[in-house]
């Protein structure tokens, strides 16, 4: 029988800045501009299709919205989350109005805008020294 080692919890990963961003920007793109209307430069994502769906369309694509916010919220500077959570509620908002919430979803880019605030942000802060252990 093995000595525990089905029960020993393996660590938790931390994610440097640099995996952070890298994730939360793929995250963005799949939403706001994975896709490309052929034959133009209009780009869309799956916050576009989702929204077809009245309200709960949204509703959904606020939801993973709010999780790429929550997952540089510690890191952000208030003025910053607030813009966020801005962004996340007019793409909300207006993107549930019938036909003109569809267009605007497709224009608006919510994630996008707060991935670059996340990296404008992240950039003006001083760097974390980190520890040497001997």
């Known amino acids: 029988m093995p000595s525990g080692s089905l029960l020993r919890a393996e660590p938790v990963r931390s994610f440097s800045e640099a995996d952070e961003l890298a994730h939360i920007d793929m995250l963005a793109d ?11 430069g209009i780009r869309f994502g799956i916050d576009s299709l989702v ?9 959904i694509g606020a939801l993973v919205s709010f999780y ?5 919220w510690e890191r952000m500077p208030p003025w910053t989350r607030t ?3 801005w962004n996340i509620l ?7 109005i ?9 224009a608006f880019k919510s994630n996008r805008k ?18 040497k252990y001997n």
């Open 114 to 131: 707060n991935v670059a605030l996340a990296r404008r942000a992240l950039a003006k802060q001083p760097k974390r020294k980190t520890r």
């Open 51 to 59: 929204g077809l769906v009245p309200v709960a369309g949204d509703a």
């Open 83 to 85: 813009r966020m959570i």
């Open 90 to 96: 007019v793409d909300f908002g207006v993107g549930s």
């Open 30 to 40: 799949l939403m706001d501009s994975k896709f490309r209307l052929p034959g133009t």
């Open 68 to 72: 790429i916010v929550a997952r540089v």
């Open 98 to 106: 019938p036909v003109l919430g569809d267009a605007f979803d497709v």
